[in-house]
Nanobody, 123 residues
């Protein structure tokens, strides 16, 4: 059983910063790509940032230069440092990870999601 647990969301004023964390736990063989998505009310879930196991990154255009994704492979944790926050960044942020797990005698690659953490930016 694998779980992704997010933390670090909250309420912040425009221009402020927040750091999100997402820790994976359970019967993990390895973690490939990790990512952060967000979903604002009435909108589709969108990719915010992603990082490969080799630490290559990519970002959604509106967050480039403001957000930084990083990971600590020893802790199975991914982070999202969010600076210069804007009201339009308000959303539920979800952690996503592509994880290899051992189940029975087999090895499987499964896409896991966290429960989401609310980020609210006031103007």
């Amino acid at each position: 059983q694998v779980q992704l647990v997010e933390s670090g969301g909250g309420l912040v004023q425009a221009g402020g910063s927040l750091r999100l964390s997402c820790a994976a736990s359970g019967s993990i063989l390895s973690i490939n790509a990790m990512a952060w998505y967000r979903q604002a009310p009435g909108k589709q879930r969108e990719l915010v940032a992603a990082i490969t196991s080799g630490r290559n990154t990519n970002y959604e255009d509106s967050v480039k230069g403001r957000f930084t994704i990083s990971r600590d492979n020893a802790k199975n944790t991914v982070y999202l440092q969010m600076n210069s926050l804007k009201p339009e960044d308000t959303a539920v942020y979800y952690c996503n990870a592509d994880i290899q797990v051992v189940q029975g005698i087999g090895i499987y690659e499964i896409d896991y999601w966290g429960q989401g953490t609310q980020v609210t930016v006031s103007s």
